[in-house]
């Protein structure tokens, strides 16, 4: 078992990793710089899931089925949070927040928020190349915290909602 050095950190050993003067090499050549966790993997706490702090999760598949001119967006906001619960204001600056992003893409017609879904919000767009614009950039991107899922729907589905 190799021993702390003076600066608190475990030289590497094995992977092609070598003691070198007292520090490390890592096997890809750069030095050791990952600090004694006290058995805890580096980068991760107690119960944290693999892949430890900022460690983004894969983003999902790309979103399936014909491109349309309209897109919803799941899992942007939380029905039942803090702030779209008390702010009064919540849902008005959310609206104002979409159609600015939604722009980047293209013209958005219109945008609508189902208060009471999953973090539902369609945007609709006057050209299906700027929804499909939209959704592969917008679909995996993290927003307060949470992954946007995006998908095409169709005008039964957007009239219905």
Same mark, same amino acid.
């Given at each position: %078992?190799?021993? %702390?050095?003076?600066?608190?950190?475990?030289?590497?050993?094995?992977?092609?990793? +070598?003691?070198?003067? *007292? @520090?490390?090499?890592?096997?890809?050549?750069?030095?050791?710089?990952? =600090?004694?966790?006290? @058995?805890?993997?580096?980068?991760?706490?107690? *119960?944290?899931?693999? $892949?430890?702090?900022? +460690?983004? #999760?894969?983003?999902?598949?790309?979103?399936?089925? =014909?491109?349309?001119?309209?897109?919803?967006?799941?899992?942007?906001?939380?029905?039942? $949070?803090?702030?779209?619960?008390?702010? =009064?204001?919540?849902?008005?600056?959310?609206?104002?927040?979409?159609?600015?992003?939604?722009?980047? &893409?293209?013209?958005?017609?219109?945008?609508?928020?189902?208060?009471?879904?999953?973090?539902?919000?369609?945007?609709?767009?006057?050209?299906?190349?700027?929804? #499909?614009?939209?959704?592969?950039?917008?679909? *995996?991107?993290? &927003? +307060?915290?949470?992954?946007?899922?995006?998908?095409?729907?169709?005008?039964?589905?957007?009239?219905?909602?």
């Amino acid at each position: %078992m190799p021993t %702390m050095n003076a600066a608190g950190y475990y030289p590497t050993m094995g992977l092609g990793g +070598a003691v070198i003067g *007292g @520090g490390s090499i890592l096997s890809n050549g750069l030095p050791n710089t990952l =600090p004694n966790l006290h @058995g805890h993997l580096a980068g991760m706490l107690p *119960g944290m899931p693999l $892949g430890g702090l900022g +460690a983004p #999760a894969a983003a999902p598949p790309a979103p399936a089925g =014909p491109a349309t001119q309209i897109v919803l967006l799941k899992n942007m906001f939380d029905p039942n $949070g803090k702030d779209e619960i008390s702010d =009064p204001d919540f849902f008005t600056d959310m609206h104002e927040d979409v159609l600015e992003e939604g722009a980047k &893409f293209g013209v958005v017609a219109e945008a609508k928020i189902i208060r009471h879904s999953a973090g539902h919000v369609y945007l609709r767009f006057t050209q299906t190349e700027a929804a #499909a614009r939209a959704a592969a950039s917008l679909h *995996g991107r993290w &927003f +307060a915290g949470k992954q946007v899922l995006a998908e095409f729907v169709d005008e039964y589905a957007y009239a219905a909602a």
